[in-house]
């Protein structure tokens, strides 16, 4: 018998970024007993980088915004294989989520008139993103945490959870250790949120943190649930790419929507080469109109710099491949230049983009007022995720809900910038109401003891094998390296064979990992853990990009490199078989309403 | 730049520990932090670290670093000087936990303790209106990444140890953001004063000097917050209208 501690919740919410904290208030105002586990110390979740906004159409800025415009432009976004209600959910209640934030002390930039200001963003039809300089994620992030320590949330910090506990079909629980001592707990809940984010560490070049190892993919998918979408990841065009140790690291998009622009090594804007047709209508004619467009002249278009994710940074890969790149491998993108159309250019830059000008200026000696910084994609966010129901979050498995990135459906095959925050508070709420709710429902559950012996038995493999194994980075690292190059931005059918193959030895690499030392706030132990949630999502990465034979949004397939309206009807779905095995399927996406395809025709 | 460096990091536990002596490669942009986590992947996979966003964002990797207290994350190899060997410590003033990492514990149960955000009701369209010149000064506050290395250079937590009396620099910002918010509508001047020890400050600027996100801690929260507690508490005018009045409260 495994040695361990109990607590009980009604509702039990793993990870306290944005989701899990907006879930976890949002249950205990309903009157559940709510425990909030997180990984690393409270406020420090991956939500504290994000930089440029959060997306919501109050029209405060431009009054031809509504609900309809963000839901189309977010289906657009997506490329129409989005679960359709959940963005119609998201673009009617991100506005009151925004201002219920400003409520509980959160200080937005404000427009001359005293409201929330909004910025222009990638996608985005009008400015929309309500923000706080480049600091978004910190002020949302502190605001959902300095509320949330007065609501009687449990929070257990420095906790991982390594597996989902069920009574049946039904999730009442999971296993964890806690990171300082190294000791085991058991949470029994009525209801589990997993709000976990996103699996960035699979990736070799990426703007994510250590944390991001998609455990609660791996957590539901091996617990039944069904991931989707989990080939569309979002390669963000603009990381950092020199010095060679901050490679990845994120530059916002506000640069661009304050009016950087892209340029290869001979100069040119080649963001003008290539428009998609279905932007085409949206898109500046030329840089002039471009710039108007940043400076907030309502009649002028937005200038390809602010085209999706996706398209961006596939064209910035093309000018590297071709020959026309920066020094370091990547392109210029380049914010200085806006001194020949502003008076105090550099001010203004330092005004609106502080955190960029200190991370140029500490890291690598550039100071963005005068020089071009050099930007190149990195892994940033996953449009796939656990399978839910659009209304309550709730997965395949009763009791067991998902919200924000580890969950699927909104974006679709390509997340806009400033969807991602607006998500975590329309659907970690939603997910914590429901999951109250679900809980009040459920009467007392029964854990089987041998799941238990069996999850700290696994926990504890690492020791025993000790350092005769191999170390769990040198596996990690293997990982990345492969994945990068295997499944990255350009894929084709035989490298993601070749990545199957590697898994396969990687998992049995993995099996061997050995540690040395004892529980005690070990992170080579922690590591070890990490791999078995990297290599499933891994995993079921490239099984979906393999099942999606076209190229759509974030999944480019260079043998396939053309939208193929057949898998426009379609969400690739993974499951685990009974005997383990990863079963890959095709499942429609049902028929949208009239009215919806009403707002999308009339929004074209 | 030299191709290898030596780190003397802290290995230890609750109750000792000492300096153990690292040689690893460096090359152009390291942080102090890329040269920890190498060590930790190639020769002690068991040192302790506390780390996320490696881009000076969440505030996780406070330590001292050739006895300076800094972000590991944003402290570059070429500011140090290489030819010897560069001490990396845990922050000083909280209990060590293990290797780099301590327990922070404390900061979090003292802002609990600090009333919370209490805004004036909305208008009548349910919306605040606040201009960006009055919401500057509350939005420099609210740069903080709650890093504690304020916490622990500040003299009267790290000499004087006086926990259960002082708030220390950190949750003195903190009430500073809710006290000059332009919606809030609580009170916490005679708190500051009786529970959070807001006196023991001597405005040394210590704090001020190591703050990543150049908070002028000091000047613009701190010294602010003790005027309106010499001014509320501490005005002989007031304080003989409170004893006219029988007041237990200052209004």
């Given amino acids: ?604 | 730049m030299p191709t290898s460096a030596t780190f003397r990091v802290w290995r230890g536990d609750r109750t000792s520990g000492e300096f153990k002596d690292y040689s690893t490669p460096v090359s152009e942009g390291m942080v102090v932090l890329d040269a920890i986590h190498q060590i930790q992947a190639e020769q002690a996979n068991d040192l302790a670290v506390r780390w996320n966003c490696k881009a000076g964002k969440c505030g996780s990797c406070s330590a001292e670093v050739n006895g300076h207290p800094k972000l590991m994350c944003m402290t570059r190899l070429n500011q140090l000087d290489l030819s010897a060997a560069v001490t990396v410590e845990p922050m000083r003033s909280f209990p060590p936990v293990r290797d780099l990492v301590t327990d922070v514990s404390w900061n979090f149960q003292v802002k609990k303790t600090i009333r919370r955000f209490k805004p004036r009701p909305p208008e009548a369209d349910g919306t605040w209106r606040m201009f960006q010149s009055d919401v500057e000064r509350v939005q420099e506050f609210r740069k903080c990444i709650e890093c504690f290395l304020c916490q622990d250079v500040c003299h009267v937590l790290r000499e004087h140890h006086m926990f259960d009396q002082f708030a220390g620099p950190r949750h003195l910002v903190y009430a500073a953001a809710l006290e000059m918010h332009p919606l809030d509508t609580d009170d916490r001047v005679r708190d500051l004063k009786k529970d959070r020890g807001i006196g023991y400050c001597n405005i040394t600027k210590c704090c001020t000097n190591v703050c990543p996100e150049d908070i002028a801690i000091t000047d613009n929260a701190i010294i602010p917050l003790k005027e309106r507690v010499v001014d509320r508490l501490y005005d002989p005018v007031a304080k003989l209208l409170r004893m006219v009045r029988g007041g237990a409260h200052d209004v």
């Avoid at chain 1, 018998?1 to 607590?7: E, K, L, S, V």
């Avoid at chain 1, 080579?524 to 949630?533: E, I, Q």
């Fill in chain 1, 1 to 604: 018998m495994p040695d361990y501690h109990t607590h009980e919740h009604d509702v039990l919410v793993v990870g306290a970024g944005g989701a899990g904290l907006r879930a976890a208030i949002e249950a205990s105002a309903g009157g559940a007993s709510v425990g909030l586990v997180c990984k690393s110390l409270l406020g420090k979740a991956h939500t504290v980088m994000a930089e440029g906004g959060i997306a919501a159409a109050l029209a405060n800025v431009d009054d031809r915004d509504n609900w309809k415009v963000h839901f189309a432009d977010t289906m657009r976004g997506g490329q129409y294989v989005n679960n359709w209600r959940m963005a119609e959910l998201h673009a009617r209640e991100a506005p009151d989520r925004v201002r219920e934030l400003e409520a509980w002390g959160a200080m937005f930039d404000r427009t001359t008139d005293g409201r929330i200001l909004q910025r222009q963003f990638g996608g985005h039809r009008y400015p929309r993103l309500v923000h706080v300089g480049d600091r978004t994620g910190l002020e949302m992030i502190r605001t959902l945490q300095d509320h949330g320590i007065h609501q009687g949330i449990d929070v257990h910090m420095e906790c991982t959870i390594t597996r989902l506990l069920k009574d049946g079909d039904r999730c009442v629980g999971a296993f964890a250790y806690e990171r300082e001592r190294g000791r085991f707990k058991v949470f029994r809940a009525r209801a589990v949120v997993l709000a976990t984010g996103g699996v960035g560490r699979a990736f070799k070049i990426t703007s994510n943190s250590w944390e991001y190892t998609g455990d609660g993919h791996a957590l539901a998918y091996d617990a039944g649930a069904e991931l989707t979408d989990m080939e569309f990841v979002q390669f963000h065009p603009t990381g950092m790419i020199w010095p060679p140790s901050v490679r990845g690291i994120l530059v916002t998009e506000a640069v661009r929507g304050d009016g950087g622009v892209l340029k290869n090594n001979q100069g040119r804007r080649f963001m003008f080469d290539d428009i998609p047709p279905n932007y085409r209508s949206q898109t500046a004619e030329n840089e002039e109109e471009g710039w108007r467009y940043t400076q907030g002249d309502k009649n002028a278009r937005r200038p390809p710099e602010l085209l999706t994710r996706d398209h961006v940074s596939r064209c910035i890969v093309r000018e590297i491949k071709q020959g026309r790149g920066s020094p370091h491998g990547g392109v210029f993108l380049d914010i200085a230049w806006i001194k020949e159309r502003l008076p105090n250019a550099a001010e203004h830059i330092k005004k609106k983009l502080p955190s960029m000008y200190q991370q140029f200026k500490q890291l690598a000696d550039i100071d963005i007022t005068r020089e071009p910084m050099e930007v190149g994609p990195t892994t940033h966010y996953i449009m796939g995720g656990v399978r839910v129901d659009a209304d309550t979050q709730m997965s395949s498995v009763p009791g067991l809900f998902a919200a924000g990135e580890c969950a699927a459906g909104i974006n679709g095959a390509n997340r806009l910038g400033g969807n991602s925050l607006s998500d975590l508070l329309v659907f970690g709420k939603r997910a914590g109401e429901f999951a109250a709710t679900f809980a009040r429902q459920q009467s007392g559950a029964a854990i089987d003891s041998r799941q238990l012996d069996d999850a700290a038995r696994q926990a504890v493999e690492p020791f025993e094998r000790s350092t005769q194994g191999e170390g769990p980075y040198q596996v990690q690292y293997a990982l990345q390296e492969m994945m990068q190059e295997l499944v990255g931005i350009v894929r084709n059918e035989a490298e993601m064979r070749r990545a199957l193959d590697g898994l396969a030895r990687l998992r049995e690499r993995a099996s061997r990992v050995g540690v040395g030392g004892h529980r005690e706030y070990n992170p080579g132990w922690h590591a070890a853990l990490d791999l078995h949630n990297l290599l499933t999502v891994s995993e079921a990465i490239t099984h979906s990009a393999i099942e999606r034979k076209e190229s759509r949004g974030g999944h480019f397939r260079e043998d396939y490199p053309d939208k193929d309206p057949a898998f426009g009807t379609v969400n690739v779905v993974v499951r685990k078989e009974r005997d383990g095995r990863m079963a890959v399927s095709r499942t429609p996406i049902p028929e949208m309403p009239l009215e919806l395809k009403k707002i999308i025709e009339e929004m074209k």
